[in-house]
């Protein structure tokens, strides 16, 4: 049976409330009778940028999830995630700087790097097995919850892109890139998560998975087959499905059927968007022509190009042609807490809104001199939300100051 649900919701409120309700009237059959079973929450945190900036899952969607799980008494929670290009090129811990680790040890339960799990083999195409982590195997309830972007070499990134994150390490991930939206389906096919929840709160448009614009829908997305829900999320951001690889490849294979067009087509969204395509500068869309691709993976896959690529020079080179669509800044956050300009600051509560823990703010916060509201994660949710840059920060923002240098003006005014 195809089925789909939209929520309607921006602040941390109106998304607990709702994904919480949401849950437990619509898809209360898929959760396990076994308070014991083992439930994996993968998002999608391929960079360092939170998700203020469109690229990766909402700690707040995150939260709500793990605080319907834990209400109704599940005990074995993991959120996995196979952080990328950060790993590779650096060494950096995503997980760590999206403050996911913090969140996690906050609520009690388990956070993975796929990155250092144990593999189970899956085939994909032309014979070529590669390992997934066994976590995303073992779950007895698999709950996928991409972010809604634009992707550049997949065209769109939500559910069946999302995937790629279960491959344990770059070889594995490597090993997929020759045939890539044959593969992506592939592993859906094999994987075959329970549940979807697609993070569109704030999307993103034009140069994604990570260089792209953040834009707020204020949309939440539920259903059970990845392959309706993302014909559904091309229709609701206007993208063109000739030009997104993975769903031309399960129409070929007669996995996307009528069935799923027709349901497309009869769905009403209450709101759409027209969002930008990923279109990069002249020399990356050059390089990146299906003609020429294979020769860059094969050239960017090497330990060479990953040594170039923490070079200072080189990756300025790469970000500026769009290359490279991230840049990691390897110095780590200092915290030292925030404070509260009382004089700026106009009583809005929107540092609440965005608050993925729900603190009482601003009252929380102190008003001489720096300290952390009592279990604050650190995520800076509500310092890069605020319109009358009334919140201080103290310390040294470290690899914040790259997402700062990019987004703060368009974050503040979201
Ligand atoms: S967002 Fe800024 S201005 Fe609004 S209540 Fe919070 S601190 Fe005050
Ligand atoms: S108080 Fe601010 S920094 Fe702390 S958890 Fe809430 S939003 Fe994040």
């Not at 391929?46 to 793990?66: E, F, H």
């Not at 700087?97 to 040890?105: S, T, V």
């Not at 399960?250 to 027709?262: G, L, P, Y």
């Amino acid at each position: 049976m195809l089925r789909f649900d939209s929520l309607k919701a921006q602040t941390v409120k109106e998304l607990k409330t709702g994904i919480k309700e949401t849950l437990s009237t619509k898809y209360a059959e898929i959760f396990p009778n076994d308070k014991r079973a083992p439930i994996l929450i993968k998002p999608n945190l391929n960079s360092n940028m939170n998700a203020l900036t469109g690229n990766t899952t909402d700690l707040r969607v995150i939260a709500s999830v793990i605080e319907f799980l834990k209400d109704n008494g599940f005990l074995d929670i993991t959120i996995g995630e196979g952080t990328n290009s950060g790993f590779y090129r650096s060494n950096i811990s995503v997980i760590e700087r999206l403050y996911y680790d913090k969140l996690a040890a906050f609520y009690g339960v388990r956070i993975k790097d796929f990155n250092y799990s144990e593999t189970v083999n899956i085939e994909f195409s032309k014979g070529i097995k590669a390992g997934v982590a066994r976590e995303c195997q073992e779950a007895a309830l698999f709950i996928n919850m991409p972010k809604l972007k634009t992707h550049f070499e997949a065209g769109m990134s939500v559910c069946l892109k999302n995937l790629m994150g279960c491959l344990v390490g770059q070889p594995n991930k490597k090993k997929t890139h020759a045939s890539l939206s044959e593969n992506i389906v592939n592993l859906n096919l094999a994987l075959k998560p329970h549940l979807h929840i697609v993070d569109a709160v704030i999307a993103m448009e034009g140069l994604g998975p990570t260089r792209g614009t953040p834009i707020k829908t204020g949309n939440v997305f539920f259903g059970t087959d990845p392959f309706l829900i993302d014909i559904l999320m091309a229709k609701f951001a206007s993208f063109n499905i000739k030009k997104i690889g993975p769903i031309q490849n399960a129409i070929k294979r007669n996995i996307i059927t009528q069935e799923h067009f027709d349901f497309v087509n009869n769905y009403k969204f209450a709101d759409t968007y027209s969002l930008k395509p990923p279109e990069a500068g002249p020399i990356a869309t050059f390089i990146h022509h299906p003609k020429r691709q294979k020769y860059f993976l094969a050239i960017r896959n090497t330990a060479f190009f990953n040594y170039l690529c923490q070079t200072e020079f080189f990756g300025k080179i790469l970000f500026a042609t769009g290359l490279r669509q991230d840049v990691f800044i390897k110095d780590e956050m200092h915290w030292d807490g925030l404070s509260l300009n009382e004089s700026a600051c106009t009583k809005c509560g929107k540092c609440n809104d965005y608050c993925p823990l729900d603190i009482k703010l601003p009252e929380s916060l102190s008003k001489a001199g720096a300290s952390s509201p009592p279990g604050c994660i650190q995520c800076l949710y509500c310092y890069s939300t605020c319109p009358e840059r009334a919140i201080d920060f103290h310390g040294k923002l470290g690899f914040m100051s790259e997402q700062i240098r990019q987004y703060d003006n368009i974050i503040r005014k979201l």
